[in-house]
């Protein structure tokens, strides 16, 4: 409304100014080097304003004439762009399903029309690794971080490429470099500490999670800050126990569930005479996650105590949870070290009819200790050989005595106290001693046949012994139970063909698009 009122405005303007001079005729005389011109006021103005516009069509054309080579220039510079454009994001699309062909011909056509573009660059590295030429993928991601623009994009697939053939020291120094350009790569960071973590270098492992602190959440940089620190204390214990002590003492605070730190710290400061400080970290710890290792720390904490004393010790640190395995089994080796056999069958007998390995070996140094029954003994051995398996550190299927602050493959706090994957459900049914009913009736029928030995006799070798749970009639195969399906300790992960970011990890920073991303093509 108000540009239709200032168009009537201007009309109205211009019809008033062409109706005052049409009222008032004059005459204007333009003398000029001998020239004499006479004419009216209105004559004049519409030669001027004729002039004006044969002065105006002569510039346009003129300009027309001179701009006309960068018009066409820019003209097929932006058809180019579009052809690249369309070739590009074919070709990507191409990749991602997997048509090779499709890749190859849309990543040749970018080279020839965009060779220097970064996402031609870019298609060309990822056709050559799906199409599995890794020297044309290594050519392709070497140009990409020989530039500023694409320089992270480049050593990513540098660094994907030198993990697959095996080149872990190549993998590192293109981690690194990429750490040194831009050290909020959250792939560069983590490639660079599992380096310095399978190298023993915890120092600098400790140096880079500090730097790297505020893109780590609290709970997840205290973790790990405590595993680092448990295996600086581990590494230092025998040449500076004070240090070791310090960093011991700091990692279980930071993780009080860590087993290795707690344990360490216990024994240290039990060593050095402060059994009450010991006594809370240990109960601590062995109320997150009940473990041997604590449990010896825990029955060693007072130097020179009688066996008595570390039994009713460790009576107390069971009761902290009560009807687990490891409670029993602490409990029944500190009752046999003070030879209290009743006590030590008692804590073991709910755990007899889901018998694992140490159970069972256990029971057999009981039986040998008080009875001195060999027989029983290795009956119970015998037992041991098909019984489930017990809990160690495992990470990644490798199966370690001790506990390790990194996996094989540098992963940080990797291993965790669990059943190995390879031992879960056997394959063989377990094979049980009869039951007392089943060897009564075969001794009765010995005896009818008259092989000379009393029923009385055979039955007093087959009964079972003080403490141990009678054996149970195996269940008929279609009666028993389906065992769980094991869960699986390491989940395989497939290595991207893309020398992108990692998708998978949910911690990495993601790429994000920018307004004009495309434009860069078209100008």
Known sequence: MIRVLL??????????????????????????QGWRIETSLMVLGAAVLAAMAVLALLFTVLRALVLSPWRLRRHLHRRRGERAYNAISRGLIAVGAGDVSAARKHAAEAARIAPAEPLSLLLNAQHAQLAGDRAAADVALRAMAERADTKALGLHGLFVEAQRRGDHAGAHAFAEEAARENPSLGWAGKAVLERLCVTGDWAGALAL??????????????????????????????????????????????????????????????????????????????????????????????FGDAARDRLKRIEALA????????????????????????????????????????????????????????????????????????????????????????????????????????????????????????????????????????????????????????????????ERPASPKPEAVVPLVHAPDDPGPDTAEEDEPRVQSHDGGWRKIFE
């Open 209 to 302: 999670l500090e730097s790297s602190k505020r893109a780590l959440a609290k709970d997840n940089y205290d973790r790990q800050r405590a595993v680092m620190l448990t295996a600086r204390a581990l590494a230092t214990e025998d040449t500076d126990r004070d240090s070791a002590k310090a960093f011991a003492l700091e990692a279980a605070k930071l993780a009080p569930d860590l087993v290795p730190a707690a344990a360490l710290a216990g024994r240290m400061l039990a060593e050095g005479g402060e059994l009450r400080k010991a006594g809370r970290i240990l109960h601590k710890a062995w109320e997150a996650q009940p473990h041997p290792d604590l449990a010896q720390v825990f029955s060693n904490l007072r």
């Open 7 to 32: 168009f009537l405005i201007v009309v109205g303007l211009l019809a008033y100014g062409v109706a005052l001079f049409a009222d008032r005729p004059g005459e204007v005389i333009v003398t000029w």
């Open 319 to 478: 009761k902290k949870v009560p009807g687990h395995i490891e409670s029993a089994l602490a409990l029944a080796r500190a009752a046999l070290d003070a030879q209290d056999y009743a006590k030590a069958r008692a804590a073991l007998s709910p755990h007899l009819t889901a018998l694992t390995k140490r159970v069972a070996l256990l029971m057999a140094e009981i039986e040998r200790a008080e009875l001195g029954d060999e027989g029983r003994a290795r009956e119970w051995l015998a037992r041991a050989l098909h019984a489930a398996p017990d809990p160690t550190w495992t990470a990644e299927g490798h199966v370690s005595e001790r506990w390790l602050p990194a996996s094989p493959s540098g992963r940080l706090d990797a291993f965790e106290w669990r059943v190995p994957l390879a031992a879960i459900a056997p394959l063989t049914p377990v094979i049980e001693p009869e039951p007392p009913a089943t060897a009564l009736s075969a001794i009765a029928s010995a005896a009818a046949q008259g092989d000379g030995t009393s029923p009385v006799e055979k039955k007093d070798e087959v009964s079972p012994a003080a403490g141990e749970a009678p054996a149970t009639p195996a269940s008929p195969p279609h």
